[in-house]
């Protein structure tokens, strides 16, 4: 999920490394006692060595896919369950480890010496992250010997579970929906390939991820880890399994939330900013993609690997830092205690890598403009991962300033990013965004936020008071510790029952469209274009009342190709006439976009995403495609996706929704031709993909047609729009995912192999139910603007 590199590649793993990692005393003991018995025993394999060459021999713990349980095993509180009296199964694991296998002994040259040396390396990182899981091979052992077996919980293993589907990947694991198969319950099991992090040397980061979760397990709020094993070729963490997915396809499919919602969610997040504050864990990337959502859409915070634990002293060492002004940032890098220090610094000084700063990817072929351009640099993937020379703990868009520059790590960094997350879920898009890091980072430190037009005026109080540069001054970070009374008590919460918050049912996911009124079918907004002509000709008829089939909402200078469009009403064209109107539509300036396919229909519409929008030129073509371009720039800027479930809706003469399974595209014909665009869609539909795929709609249409246009059927369209988006996510999140991805089919064939339906995992009816949703929707919406304009006129 996360994009950035997030850690300093860690050296190999040393006995000094352990000390840093800030294990606990008896854990680091018993690591202790076993790395010196390993390096006896490399000396004492060295010692037979006659050649006088210093040769390292490697040890093995003879892997098998035996697992080793670590359920229920959080520290202290499970020591009945350990064999030989030992406190935590890594001391269980590690004090059994005891007696590894010497695999060889044998002169060798400096080469081989080297290499023998690599692999042993290796090994003690093996063993280390046996450790931290538990060791396989210690645990058969010590099993073997122990007196307590009747104590040991039954040891799970990925044989006690059914893998559904792949849920997602991450930069060294692969997501699974599975079932225990004893007890049939849900998980997410997360399992992580050895060799990648060994590759990619990120034991700590497993290691931060599987204490921090440890940590917050049955905090509410946040996923629990279940329990944790191991095999020889990956590490199983068995978690909650967050139903809903994460909330960054919900802010995308809607475009933003309406204040409701947002305030709802904002609110969550400050109660599980308050949880981790006050165990003195720092989460450093929250972000909407680590913000998970259970069945009944509450919040489950996830993804610890970035998490900071801090200890008491740590906390009144930053607090101390931060109050002295005059540090900087370069001379903080040399002393700062932090373990992540040099990781988190990031030199915007470095110019190395500034290529393309004022760059921007025009090569959108997903459905992106600028604005999207803006928004998926905003969710970097890990393809878009470059090595940098520094870098930083966290996701570009939501660093903390602090961050960036190297200071005191404090939970304030989190409440920055809480700002962050407000303002995209109000507005869209994050608050900082730009074509690369530097440019993000750079809009970070000088903390230059726009609000749109539209952008709720508490919210934006709050985001202000939270996005301050200095920490000290972000709105909470003086209150009690992990008590968050002044964000609390800020206006933009007012109304929110903090006790039950968990218990209630959160809000439906509104879009936020300050255009669009609810109450109204024209918004007071609406102003009448200047460009039309007087009078109520048949053709404004038509054009008002949506009855014209497949003439293009052209503008004035294009009122010819308009005519050309005219001459047919159906878009069934022959072979013959699709020739003749691509020879015709030649000397169209937007036909060189079409890909040589002829243009049925085309205009100028404002493309919105959340608060944010942009001037498109829209054209449907026989492909059938709906292609978006940039007019001033005169650059495809990418295509709505077809697809047979792709659907419109009318909202009014001006706003026409088209969803698609992933993305509902908010556009707004300012010459109110949005009844046009939803007919000449459904046509192309109809056609494309048989009357079956409109079918619904249709007789839909005809029972809603009889519909009132009043504010209630307003509403319950918005609601029925809500309930299809929860209910397409899902189902898109199910469908997107039952296709085994190829990193899932290389690294995981048999977990792909076993990719069987699950009755009690799916729910089966969603899709058909999205569409009938949809469908409705969409007709009582158009049916409601019909008969209101049919008010209307009747009063002019
Ligand atoms: N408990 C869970 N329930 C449902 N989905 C989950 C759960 N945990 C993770 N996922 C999903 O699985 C995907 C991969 O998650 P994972 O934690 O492996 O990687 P990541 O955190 O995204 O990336 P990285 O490991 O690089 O930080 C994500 O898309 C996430 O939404």
Wanted: proline content about 5%.
């Amino acid at each position: 999920m996360p994009a950035m590199p997030k850690e300093k590649a860690t050296t190999a793993v040393s006995f000094n490394n352990f000390a840093e990692l800030g294990l606990k005393k008896e854990r680091l003991g018993v690591m202790a006692t076993t790395m010196t018995r390993m390096q006896k025993q490399q000396q004492q394999q060295q010692q037979t060595c006659g050649c006088g060459a210093a040769s390292a021999v490697t040890t093995t713990t003879t892997t098998s896919t035996t697992t080793e349980n670590n359920n229920n095993s959080r520290y202290g509180n499970s020591n009945r369950y350990l064999p030989n009296g030992h406190t935590s199964p890594l001391a269980a694991a590690l004090a059994s480890n005891s007696s590894p296998l010497p695999i060889y002994t044998m002169c060798c040259s400096q080469q081989e010496l080297h290499q023998q040396q690599l692999r042993a390396q290796s090994q003690n990182t093996k063993l280390y992250i046996d450790a931290m899981m538990g060791s396989p091979s210690s645990s058969r052992n010590t099993s073997a010997a122990t007196a307590v077996e009747p104590l040991t919980p039954p040891k799970k293993s990925a044989d006690d579970y059914i893998f559904g589907r792949y849920i997602g990947e991450g930069s060294f694991s692969m997501v699974y929906l599975a079932v225990d198969v004893h007890t049939r319950r849900e998980y997410a099991i997360k399992v992580c390939e050895k060799r990648l992090i060994l590759r990619e040397r990120k034991q700590d980061y497993i290691k931060r991820e599987r204490e921090v979760m440890h940590m917050m397990t049955n905090v509410p709020g946040f996923v629990n880890l279940s329990c944790t094993f191991q095999d020889q070729r990956s590490l199983y963490f068995v978690m909650t399994y967050a139903k809903k997915g994460d909330l960054l396809p919900y802010i995308n499919k809607v475009g933003s939330f309406d204040v409701a919602c947002t305030r709802h969610y904002a609110a969550e997040l400050v109660l599980a900013c308050e949880q981790m504050h006050r165990r003195n864990v720092v989460h450093r990337d929250l972000k909407p993609e680590n913000i998970l959502l259970d069945e009944d859409m509450h919040m489950l915070i996830a993804d610890f690997g970035s998490a900071k634990v801090m200890t008491p002293k740590e906390r009144t060492e930053a607090a101390s830092q931060l109050s002295d002004r005059g540090r900087r940032r370069r001379s903080a890098r040399s002393s700062d205690d932090d373990e992540d220090s040099e990781d988190l610094y990031y030199d915007l000084d470095d110019q190395d890598d500034l290529d393309d700063v004022d760059g921007e990817s025009n090569d959108d072929v997903d459905g992106g403009d600028e604005v999207d351009s803006a928004y998926h640099s905003c969710m970097p993937r890990r393809r878009q991962r470059r090595p940098r020379r520094g870098s930083f703990v966290g996701t570009a868009q939501y660093v903390s300033p602090e961050v960036l520059q190297n200071g005191p790590i404090t939970p304030a960094a989190d409440l920055w990013a809480l700002g962050c997350i407000v303002y995209q879920m109000i507005s869209g898009l994050p608050p900082f965004r730009g074509s690369n890091d530097y440019v993000i980072f750079k809009e970070i430190l000088s903390c230059g936020v726009d609000f749109p037009q539209g952008f709720d005026k508490d919210a934006e109080d709050l985001v202000k008071c939270l996005l301050k540069v200095d920490p000290r001054e972000r709105l909470g970070a003086q209150d009690e510790f992990g008590y968050y009374e002044s964000i609390r008590s800020h206006p933009f919460f007012a109304g929110i029952q903090w006790r039950t918050l968990r218990q209630q049912t959160p809000p439906p996911i509104y879009p936020y469209l300050p255009g669009v009124c609810k109450d109204e079918d024209f918004p007071s907004s609406f102003s009448v274009p200047g460009d039309l002509e007087p009078g109520l000709d048949e053709r404004q008829i038509t054009r008002l009342l949506g009855m014209e089939l497949g003439v293009g909402s052209v503008g004035g200078s294009d009122s010819a190709a308009q005519k050309t469009a005219k001459t047919k009403n159906s878009f069934d064209l022959s072979d013959a006439e699709k020739m003749q109107r691509r020879q015709a539509q030649k000397t169209d300036k937007w036909h060189v976009f079409a890909d040589d396919e002829v243009i049925l229909k085309k205009g100028f519409v404002n493309k919105r995403k959340g608060l944010f929008a942009r001037k498109r030129m829209l054209l449907l073509t026989t492909g059938p495609r709906l292609i978006y371009i940039d007019p001033v720039q005169m650059i495809k800027k990418g295509e709505i996706p077809w697809s047979p479930e792709l659907r419109v809706e009318a909202k009014n003469f001006k706003i026409f929704f088209v969803y698609t399974p992933n993305r509902t595209y908010y556009l707004d014909d300012p010459e109110g031709y949005a009844l046009d665009w939803v007919e000449a869609i459904e046509n192309m539909s109809k056609l494309s993909y048989g009357s079956a795929a409109t079918a619904t709609s249709a007789s839909a249409s005809a029972s809603a047609s009889s519909l009132p246009a009043t504010s209630s059927s307003n509403r319950s369209n918005s609601s029925s729009s809500s309930l299809a988006i929860v209910a397409s996510i899902a189902n898109s999140n199910s469908s997107a995912s039952s296709n085994c991805s190829p990193t899932a089919r290389r690294n995981s064939p048999a977990a792909c192999r076993q990719q069987m339906p699950l009755g009690s995992l799916t729910a089966p009816t969603a899709a058909s139910t999205t569409t009938a949703t949809l469908a409705v929707t969409s007709a009582s919406a158009a049916a409601a603007a019909t008969t209101t304009h049919a008010k209307k006129t009747a009063s002019n």
